[in-house]
Nanobody
Framework: VQLQASGGGLVQTGGSLRLSCAAS????????MGWFRQAPGKEREFVAR????????YYADSLKGRFTISRDNAKNTVYLQMNSLKPEDTAVYYC????????????WGQGTQVTVSS
């Protein structure tokens, strides 16, 4: 599956952005979809994931309440709504796909830059 992330940009503290990740190739609904991020000088970290049905989204504890992951299987797209953004949210955001019966994030998008100014 090929993943194309978009929607990043420059936003002020307290603002919002919605990231999108369009998937092509194999059956989108066969994958758990996730978002990760990597800030300058830091390791890549988990942000959120969502099952094929959209049930039981799971978030990094530090992001609960501000970020919302969703998916539209008809459009082969997963979204990340980010609200109340903070400068520490500045990072390159990546979407990833995990086969529904697998245990690793097998496919990755190219990343989209999110910059939050103070």
């Amino acid at each position: 599956v090929q993943l194309q992330a978009s929607g990043g940009g420059l936003v002020q503290t307290g603002g919002s952005l919605r990231l999108s990740c369009a998937a092509s190739g194999r059956t989108f609904s066969s994958y758990v979809m996730g978002w990760f991020r990597q800030a300058p000088g830091k390791e890549r970290e988990f942000v959120a994931r969502i099952t094929w049905s959209g049930d039981s989204p799971y978030y990094a504890d530090s992001l609960k309440g501000r970020f919302t992951i969703s998916r539209d299987n008809a459009k082969n797209t997963v979204y990340l709504q980010m609200n109340s953004l903070k400068p520490e949210d500045t990072a390159v955001y990546y979407c990833a796909a995990q086969p529904i019966h697998g245990t690793i994030w097998a496919y990755w998008g190219q990343g989209t830059q999110v910059t939050v100014s103070s």
